[in-house]
């Protein structure tokens, strides 16, 4: 009888055990930005086509982890990575992001700032080497913190602002300015579509994006040393690799 018992108290502990062991971990939410660095296309739902979202997929596949997309405007996205309210991001490194968030050690992506030019004029390597110049730059973005130096009025830069790439490239092709601050890949696709004769570019910069985790998401540090295991095997079509120089 007792040892009857006592295989029934066994049975009751295994059983409440059990849901605790096979709980999954708390679903991720990934925040994006809703203006992309990468590309012009956009997805089946309108929204910029994000190639991070196809490493994304496996990246949290191979850890088992659930997970969901948002795309948000960069501020407001920021704003809920601070506070908690996402989890993580792929993104350029910053002081900002290390006050509440694990940054992966290793860039996952990598893509290049280009100033684009009419041949013949000087070229532009270093932000400094746009003072006194006219610029067009594409609302939204904050350039690396190069738009900060361009609105500064002691670089003396004219900023020529506009709401598209494809305006940015009617803008220079029409000689509004003799510079274009823009990213690779956008500026790859605009060029394909409508070639600009005589147009060079130099890099301003190379910025490397980095796995981003909440600190307050559960068991984050352990969470993190997995997704980045993970993220060092992996290798995606339309994911450019980081420079690492």
Known sequence: MIKG?????AAG???AAAPAAAAEPRTIEYAYPDQSVWTTRLDSRGEPDNPLLRLAA???????IPWRARGLPAARMFEYLADGQTDFSMLVKGP???KCCLISKRPVAGTELRVYRRKGLPPVTARENLAGKEVITIH???????LSFIKDPASRVVNHGTVSHESAFAMLERGRADYLLDYAGPAE??????????LEFD??????VHLVLSRAYPDAEAVMARLEAIADTLRVDGVSRPNLK
């Open 203 to 208: 890099v301003i910069d190379r910025l490397n």
């Open 58 to 64: 496996p990246l949290f596949q191979q850890a088992g």
């Open 5 to 9: 018992w006592l295989s029934l108290l």
């Open 140 to 146: 939204g973005y904050s350039y690396g913190g190069i």
């Open 13 to 15: 502990f295994l059983l």
């Open 96 to 98: 900002a992001l290390e």
């Open 189 to 198: 696709e605009i060029l394909a579509e409508h070639p600009i004769a005589g």
